[in-house]
């Protein structure tokens, strides 16, 4: 995950009343949580909302320039107001080398499923996933190849392609992506069915005529 650089001033103004000083100036209150006391801090509101429409991830790695000194964070969460979307707060995370994070990021299903060619219906049943590792291991997004799946299969949670050192977390056996059957490929499974019940009287008949002559020849 490519961290995005991003300019942050130590924040005076706090509480309420402070906040929306701030934020009335056209910059974002923050809070930095990490090593030692949290910090407050304060950011261009217009980079800040430019760096979050940059990334499709909910958790992304940002680097703080601040007081001359540059720091590696993670965006743990964004309060947004409820009718502009605009941010309103944000919670960073500081992190160091060795630091082992979970971020949450877009899952993406590429290619077209087998299933879905013939009437199926490709099913994203996990948007986004919860990925654990260190920051620069951690992709932006994840992509599942969908193209081998007939109606019925699936792809498992376990079965996902990531990096080294980065693991999704929860059920390893949840199905994260399927092909459902549609009205069309029911119907059609329906039809074949039908076909093949007709199909085994027709055998039995048969088989019973040809006992007939075996049963005649006994008598004689």
Same mark, same amino acid.
């Given at each position: 995950?490519?961290?995005?650089?991003?300019?942050?001033?130590?924040?005076?103004?706090?509480?309420?009343? +402070?906040?929306?000083?701030?934020?009335?100036?056209?910059?974002?209150?923050?809070?930095?949580?990490?090593?030692?006391?949290?910090?407050?801090?304060?950011?261009?509101?217009?980079? $800040?909302?430019?760096?979050?429409?940059?990334?499709?991830?909910?958790? $992304?790695?940002?680097?703080?320039?601040?007081?001359?000194?540059?720091?590696?964070?993670?965006?743990?969460?964004?309060?947004?107001?409820?009718?502009?979307?605009?941010?309103?707060?944000?919670? $960073?995370?500081?992190?160091?080398?060795?630091?082992?994070?979970?971020?949450?990021?877009?899952? &993406?299903?590429?290619?077209?499923?087998?299933?879905?060619?013939?009437?199926?219906?490709?099913?994203?049943? $996990?948007?986004?996933?919860?990925?654990?590792?260190?920051?620069?291991?951690?992709?932006?997004?994840?992509?599942?190849?969908?193209?081998?799946?007939?109606?019925?299969?699936?792809?498992?949670?376990?079965?996902?392609?990531?990096?080294?050192?980065?693991?999704? &977390?929860?059920?390893?056996?949840?199905?994260?992506?399927?092909?459902?059957?549609?009205?069309?490929?029911?119907?059609?499974?329906?039809?074949? +069915?039908?076909?093949?019940?007709?199909?085994?009287?027709?055998?039995?008949?048969?088989?019973?005529?040809?006992?007939?002559?075996?049963?005649?020849?006994?008598?004689?």
């Amino acid at each position: 995950m490519k961290a995005i650089s991003l300019a942050a001033n130590e924040r005076t103004l706090t509480k309420t009343t +402070g906040s929306k000083k701030v934020r009335n100036s056209g910059r974002v209150p923050g809070v930095l949580y990490g090593e030692g006391d949290p910090q407050n801090i304060e950011l261009e509101s217009v980079q $800040f909302e430019n760096a979050v429409k940059s990334t499709s991830a909910k958790n $992304f790695l940002v680097e703080l320039e601040m007081d001359g000194t540059n720091s590696m964070a993670l965006v743990q969460d964004v309060q947004k107001h409820p009718i502009t979307r605009l941010c309103l707060h944000v919670d $960073f995370r500081r992190l160091t080398d060795d630091s082992v994070i979970t971020a949450k990021v877009p899952l &993406l299903a590429t290619g077209k499923a087998e299933g879905v060619k013939v009437g199926g219906i490709l099913q994203t049943l $996990f948007h986004t996933i919860t990925l654990q590792g260190k920051p620069a291991d951690i992709p932006e997004t994840v992509e599942a190849d969908t193209s081998h799946l007939q109606v019925g299969e699936g792809i498992l949670l376990g079965d996902l392609e990531l990096p080294e050192g980065v693991s999704a &977390l929860g059920n390893p056996k949840s199905r994260a992506i399927a092909v459902a059957a549609s009205r069309i490929t029911a119907k059609a499974e329906e039809t074949e +069915g039908g076909e093949a019940g007709e199909a085994a009287p027709a055998e039995g008949e048969a088989s019973a005529a040809g006992d007939a002559p075996a049963e005649e020849k006994k008598e004689d």
